[in-house]
């Protein structure tokens, strides 16, 4: 493997983390209250 291409795969692997951790794919994932219940009728 060249330097370059080195250096290119190890920045985009890092970029591909930074993003991750900027706007995560699978953000909704992580809230607990985006279950399958509706809260609508909850205000009547």
Do not use: I, R
Not at 9 to 35: F, I, R, T
């Amino acid at each position: 493997m060249t330097l370059y291409k080195y250096v290119v795969v190890k920045l985009k692997k890092s970029c591909e983390k930074w993003l991750e951790k900027l706007a995560p794919e699978k953000s909704y994932d992580q809230y607990s209250h985006n279950g399958f219940k509706d809260n609508a009728d909850a205000q009547h």
